[in-house]
């Protein structure tokens, strides 16, 4: 039990996928302007890094290995998780419309996110379980959402400040995130 | 050698092949239908995704295309070309969905003073975060152009007098600016919205604008009056009222008692102003255009041509609906033109006013009378979709005294239709009045009388009225023109019956003198009779003008309306916010509704009909509108005192002298000059617009 609880605070503060793996940085910058957004963009990504942790395990642990085929992991589960999140559009579309009106137009956004994808492969490389490889994709993705809608809160009040012109906008977001990363190294002992 | 690479490609293949299955089947089996149109008109939008038309991504504006929320030419990207393949996808003509305009609401006043020192980036979304901006003004503009940096079509730019200014040509509607703005008062409305919107509780309205029956944004014409854009104040007034040449002359203004100005000073004279602008436009011998939204297939049936059917009629063409009017008399008007005399208001001004309405492409149709000529079952079967009743107030109500009957006796609004039908060459009968006449009643029609009578050359003119001048509900401008048109009046008298002469026709008149007791239920004293005071009073002619009611008999005449709902008044019953009658496509406004009122009561009562119909034709809810005022006031709004006030003397009246209006029926009453108009426009203060305390403001 105790293992699961270090994985979840690694996954979510340590090794934060957005503030200490960089990845997943085009949707950090651009849904983190306005924290409605930011909360949306979160919630899907959840639902989506969970989905495809477990499945992408299950095609490498079943399919690839046993085939001896793991050289094929990128392409195959790039054409997995696409797949899987078209799936899931549909799904809800039929089935919980009230989610997918909810998710709106960030469930698509997230088919081509490297953070979903760098996820997926950290938790083959790391040789996790299944259970293990479950609570890390919950984990990384809430840490997701943690860092998003964090600096969604500080980019609003960015607004307000007065910033240099050659500084606006983007740059400022750039500099604050390298800030709010630092912050985030100093988990690092942790575990 | 080849093996390895025969397996991955074997293996990938399968992966796709399983996924493409998966997600075939599962396209079946999660099928959710969707109109088909939608995926074509996405075909046509550029796919960029960049949200500038204001939809989340290019499949919310398919979606919104095919819902007819938005027009075709939706796509700022894609320009014409897909527009008009998206219009035939639609099967509409390119181009007629409404287009979105911006209007900043924001007309401005003079900049209200700094709330603080304020340091920080120069954006109104910054400011406003700040207690809510840096100008006293709490709804006003803050003028640091986040909606000019919005907009990507360069269509706003700072006004000389610092807050933005709209280029209408420039505009596409994308509805980036309204986003921009953090204080609601940029707003992208088509102009149906704008013709439809009432006043709300959080709308920031003057209190002359809260009073207004007809809901006219006042501070804004007047301001386009300064500024000297007379057409733009003509816009402005006819975006709420149609019949501004009329109001101009016969309103009695209750905007004016509740001026702002008027707490410290003279109210300023708004009436006059909008006769001002009114004239200015049928002097100049030009109409200006006035645009209306695309055509529907509706069609809307008006029964009665008078103030509320021609609002309402005006609205809904200018709604894209189809309309058709029909009176019972065989010129439009209704009561403006048979009850109002012509010395009010004159014919010919009438006249041009009803074309200028039925220009629109309004049908007209006169002398047929419902419940005999035509009843609401064969007007549902010509296929109108809706009908409105303005049948107005036109049954005389009886003095129930001996003797109303005798020859010479007449009734205010019968003896009121039947001179002007007269003497405007509808009918041939004169009407024969007589040298001595008393008219019976202290309300508007009874003064009409007496000053029609005095121009027609009676010898003697009075009124008896059985309470005071104080307690008499006619226009006091208009008493005070009977008295110095000489007209007698007889207070606290009480007619008892009529005394005939031997050939059956009127010749005296007996009264009872009265005192006042205590006040009754409307807040008046009521008038109690002295025993033994009767009076006799020697007259020749006799016209009883004690208030008028609907005449509603035309429900008896048929099956379909025979359940309509009458109140106890007569008049007709109806939701008082949506007009709507308990038959679903019948509404009612206008003094069949309310009882009898003034004209501008009847041009607001036909414009909320008119967005009822609206919502009822589009299938929509007939709901209330949210928050709405109607005619309540804002308590915060309303002032005991206004600092900075200099008094500047209100702008009198021009009349024609008395000697020669008596002997005539021209209008009575002129118009202002236009340097009076400029003067007068300058001493509006410009309420709920930026700043309240003007005069100190442009010290």
Not at chain 2, 63 to 83: F, K, L, T, W
Not at chain 2, 101 to 126: I, P, W
Request: a negative charge.
């Amino acid at each position: 039990m105790g293992d699961y609880f270090v994985l979840i605070i690694s996954c979510i503060f340590v090794n934060n996928i957005l503030l200490a793996q960089f990845l997943g940085n085009c949707p950090f910058f651009g849904t983190s302007k306005k924290m409605e957004t930011a909360v949306g963009m979160a919630m899907a990504v959840i639902f989506v890094l969970v989905m495809a942790g477990v499945i992408t395990w299950m095609i490498y642990h079943f399919l690839l290995v046993n085939l001896g085929l793991t050289y094929l992991r990128t392409i195959a589960f790039i054409l997995v998780i696409a797949s899987l999140v078209q799936f899931v559009e549909m799904f809800l579309k039929k089935s919980i419309p009230a989610l997918y009106a909810g998710l709106g137009i960030f469930l698509p956004l997230i088919t081509t996110n490297c953070a979903v994808f760098g996820a997926c492969v950290i938790n083959i490389d790391k040789e996790y379980s299944f259970m293990q490889a479950l609570v890390a994709s919950f984990s990384y993705a809430v840490g997701f959402g943690l860092a998003l809608i964090l600096f969604a809160g500080v980019r609003e009040r960015i607004l307000l400040a007065r910033v240099p012109r050659p500084l606006q906008d983007t740059s400022i977001a750039l500099v604050t995130a390298g800030i709010i990363s630092l912050s985030f190294y100093a988990f690092k002992g942790m575990v | 050698m080849f093996e390895p690479v025969f397996i991955s490609v074997m293996a990938l293949m399968s992966i796709g092949a399983i996924c493409g299955l998966v997600l075939s089947v599962a396209s079946k089996v999660f099928y959710v239908y969707e109109d088909p149109r939608i995926a074509e008109v996405e075909y046509f939008l550029s796919g960029a995704n960049c949200g500038g038309c204001g939809y989340a991504g290019c499949s919310a504006a398919a979606v919104a295309v095919v819902n007819g929320q938005a027009p075709p030419s939706v796509c700022i990207v894609a320009g014409m070309e897909s527009a008009i393949a998206i219009a035939e996808v639609m099967g509409v003509d390119p181009g007629s969905a409404e287009p979105l305009m911006s209007k900043n609401e924001c007309s401005g006043g003079n900049r209200a003073d700094d709330h603080f020192l304020y340091n920080g980036v120069n954006t109104c979304q910054a400011l406003a975060a700040l207690h809510g901006g840096q100008r006293i003004c709490s709804i006003g503009c803050l003028g640091q152009g986040d909606c000019i940096r919005a907009c990507h079509f360069n269509a706003v730019h700072m006004g000389p007098n610092g807050f933005p200014v709209v280029d209408e040509t420039m505009c596409v509607g994308c509805g980036a600016c309204e986003k921009a703005c953090p204080k609601n008062i940029i707003r992208v409305r088509t102009m149906s919205e704008r013709l439809l919107h009432f006043n709300q509780e959080d709308d920031a309205l003057a209190p002359c604008q809260q009073t207004c029956p007809a809901e006219i944004d006042i501070p804004r014409y007047i301001r386009q009056i300064k500024e000297g854009d007379y057409a733009g104040a003509v816009h402005t007034i006819r975006e709420r009222n149609p019949l501004l040449l009329t109001c101009g002359r016969v309103c009695p203004h209750p905007c004016e008692d509740m001026c702002r100005r008027g707490i410290e000073d003279e109210a300023v004279s708004i009436n006059q102003l909008k006769r001002f602008v009114a004239d200015y436009e049928m002097n100049s011998g030009q109409r200006l255009p006035i645009p209306c939204a695309p055509e529907t297939d509706k069609r809307v049936a008006v029964i009665g041509g008078g103030p509320a059917g021609l609002s309402c009629a005006y609205f809904l063409r200018r709604l894209g609906h189809h309309v058709k009017i029909l009176d019972m008399m065989p010129k439009l008007g209704g009561m403006t033109r048979y009850g109002i005399p012509e010395y009010r208001l004159p014919k010919e001004v009438l006249q041009w006013e009803t074309d200028g309405i039925l220009n629109l492409g309004i049908d007209f149709q006169g002398n047929v009378k419902l419940g005999e000529d035509y009843t609401v079952d064969s007007l549902r079967e010509e296929g109108f979709d809706a009908i409105f009743l303005g049948v107005g107030a036109w049954k005389d109500y009886k003095l129930r005294a001996e003797g109303e009957d005798l020859d010479g006796c007449f009734t205010g609004i019968d003896f009121l239709t039947r001179f002007a039908s007269h003497q405007q060459g509808d009918s041939p009968d004169d009407v024969a009045i007589g040298k001595k006449c008393v008219v019976i009643g202290g309300g508007n029609t009874a003064i009409d009388c007496v000053r029609t009578l005095i121009r027609l050359g009676a010898d003697e003119v009075s009124i008896v009225y059985r309470r005071t001048r104080k307690e008499m509900p006619a226009n006091m401008v208009e008493i005070e023109a009977a008295e110095h048109e000489g007209v007698q009046f007889h207070f606290l008298a009480a007619p008892v019956k009529a005394v005939s002469d031997e050939k059956g026709h009127v010749k005296q008149l007996e009264y009872l003198k009265m005192e006042l007791g205590e006040p009754d239920a409307s807040g008046r004293r009521r008038p109690v009779p002295i025993e033994g005071s009767e009076t006799l009073m020697d007259i020749d002619m006799l016209i009883t003008a004690i208030g008028q009611g609907p005449d509603v008999g035309f429900i008896e005449k048929e099956e379909a309306i025979k359940d309509l709902e009458i109140t106890r008044w007569s008049t007709i019953e109806a939701d008082p916010e949506t007009l709507q009658t308990n038959i679903p496509y019948i509404f009612a406004a206008g003094d069949a509704q309310t009882g009898a009122s003034l004209v501008v009561e009847a041009i607001g009562g036909g414009r909320r009909a008119a967005r009822a119909i609206h919502l009822y034709l589009s299938d929509e809810a007939v709901t209330p509108v949210p928050n709405s005022l109607r005619k309540r006031h804002i308590p915060e709004s309303l002032f005991e005192s206004v600092n900075g006030i200099a008094p500047i003397k209100r702008t009198p009246m021009p009349e024609m002298p008395v000697e020669e209006r008596i002997k005539c029926f021209d209008e009575a009453d002129l118009v202002i000059s236009e340097t009076d108009a400029l003067r007068e426009s300058n001493r509006c203060l410009n309420c709920c617009r930026i700043c309240y305390d003007k005069d100190s403001c442009a010290a």
